[in-house]
């Protein structure tokens, strides 16, 4: 099955400096890649996501990159501020019977941006 | 369009009793994804199902542990005689069939507490 692997496990950044986020998935098949993140007991929302057929998506402040060769991928946060603080989760999916929501989940990255 | 609906928020247990968690997809959803988080972890995926169909339980616990989309009604997430180790945070998400729309949405959540 799938195994994602994310790093670091967590990261703090100067208000307006940026934070990288990188996960690593073990299953050629996945094609789909969601971020999501979580507040404090919060349910994880999406912020951002990509699809196998493209190598970078970007949302304002937010990107993410996709190498399918190297099975990486990497969620970029330019110019962080406070209310950025959170744990990020990456996923990877293969989509099932038309669907993509069966996630595999990395192990989180908890952002903490200080003033 | 309400958002995917879990209830209860908070439950609490005593060792051996029954935990029975609902959810409720957003309208036009009809696949339902259930997923368990560990106190500071990421979250571990458990069981795909559709109307009246489990489609992958892979990560369904042996025992104790089952699940149902019925015909008529919410998802339930069903713990019998619950332990210490089952307190978690579970959560819900639901997709719409096809590939079209990819996003999983996720529920706030059903915080279980065995004491």
């Known amino acids: 099955g799938e195994n994602v692997e994310q790093h670091p496990s967590t990261l703090s950044v100067q208000e307006g400096d940026s934070a990288v986020i990188k996960c690593t998935y073990s299953d050629s098949a996945s094609n789909y890649f969601p971020w999501y993140k979580q507040e404090l007991g919060k349910r994880p929302q999406l912020i951002i996501d990509i699809r196998s057929n493209v190598g970078e998506k970007k949302d304002q402040r937010i990107a993410v990159t996709l190498n399918k060769t190297a099975k990486h991928f990497s969620l970029h946060i330019t110019e962080t501020q406070p209310e950025d603080s959170a744990v990020y989760f990456c996923a990877a999916s293969t989509p099932r019977l038309g669907s993509w929501g069966k996630l595999q989940f990395g192990a989180g990255t908890q952002v903490v941006v200080t003033p | ?115």
């Open chain 2, 1 to 115: 369009n309400a958002g995917v609906m879990q209830n209860p928020r908070h439950l609490v247990r005593r060792r051996g009793q029954e935990a029975r968690l609902r959810c409720s997809p957003m309208k036009g959803h009809s696949h339902v994804y259930w997923y368990r988080q560990l106190p500071e972890e990421g979250l571990k995926f458990m069981v795909y199902l559709q109307k009246e169909n489990i489609i992958d339980e892979s990560g369904m616990p042996k025992e104790r542990f089952s699940a149902e989309f019925p015909k008529e009604g919410p998802s339930i997430l069903r713990i019998q005689q619950v332990v210490r180790g089952d307190s978690a945070a579970y959560f819900c998400a639901s997709s719409p069939p096809g590939q079209a729309n990819t996003e999983a949405f996720f529920g706030q959540g059903t915080r279980l507490t065995v004491v």
